[in-house]
């Protein structure tokens, strides 16, 4: 009952989705049965994308609720369902919206993919979604000169040493042979029961969770952290 639970994340439309696609098609073709879960927020089409390489397909929306704590709290119903499809490599997507929390499990293969494009910051503004993975996947490396490309790559590399890097096209596929390969070398799971997180999530207990809408100090209450302006704010008293 062991399975290959590989985690994608990423910042939205970085080439997670085409990335994948390419990747799984060489897993087909190894005769290795694959399924695919995408959490997302409010909307995705990405279940459409997946079902078209015809293997079983599930997606979660978090709605109202945070969708990396949404995430974290769906991943034993997750190995449930893909074990339940007989496969044994889940390919599970999360949209990574927060840039706060990291969705890396121990003892799953976890990519994140970034694509070239996003600036020279992002890398270090996107924390611990990169600097957790396995594997860092750069995308759209066709629309940039190779100086950029190798800029950009030891920009990830500053926030991430540890990972292997692949530079993935998501249009053509080129790059994903070797994804393919990385899934294949992972041990696969005997169970994600008792797996520990790689990086803890943030408390998300304030008013403004429990659907509070109201701007101002005596509407807010729970874990109020307050931004403190420390110099700026005797400059503005002179
Ligand atoms: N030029 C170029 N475009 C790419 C590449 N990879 C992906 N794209 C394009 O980028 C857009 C977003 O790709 P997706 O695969 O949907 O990205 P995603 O990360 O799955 O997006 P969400 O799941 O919506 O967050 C699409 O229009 C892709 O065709 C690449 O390597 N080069
Ligand atoms: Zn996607
Ligand atoms: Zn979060």
Request: aromatic share 6%; hydrophobic share 40%; charged share 20%.
């Amino acid at each position: 009952m062991s399975l290959r639970f590989v985690i994608v994340a990423g910042p939205p439309s970085s080439g997670k989705t085409s990335a994948m696609l390419h990747t799984i098609a060489h897993l087909k073709k190894s005769g290795m049965p694959v399924a695919a879960c995408k959490i997302d927020c409010l909307e995705t089409a990405d279940d459409r994308r997946y079902r078209q390489l015809g293997i079983p397909v599930a997606i979660g929306l978090s709605e109202y609720l945070c969708p990396d704590h949404f995430y974290a709290v769906n991943l034993e119903e997750v190995w449930s369902w893909a074990r339940q499809q007989n496969a044994e490599v889940l390919i599970l997507e999360t949209a990574g919206l927060c840039h706060r929390c990291a969705p890396a499990v121990e003892g799953c293969l976890t990519i994140c993919v970034i694509d070239n494009l996003v600036g020279l910051e992002t890398p270090k503004k996107i924390g611990p979604m990169l600097s957790t993975a396995d594997i860092i996947a750069i995308t759209k490396g066709d629309m940039v000169s190779q100086a950029e490309k190798e800029v950009f790559r030891d920009a990830v590399e500053t926030v991430n040493p540890g990972a292997r890097v692949i530079h993935v096209n998501g249009l053509s596929g080129q790059g994903s042979l070797a994804l393919k390969r990385a899934i294949l070398a992972t041990r696969p799971l005997e169970k994600i029961t008792g797996q520990a997180l790689r990086y803890s999530m943030p408390a998300a207990t304030c008013s403004y969770c429990a659907g509070e809408t109201i701007v101002g100090g005596s509407f807010q209450m729970g874990n109020i952290k307050k931004i403190d302006f420390g110099e700026s704010e005797s400059c503005c008293k002179k």
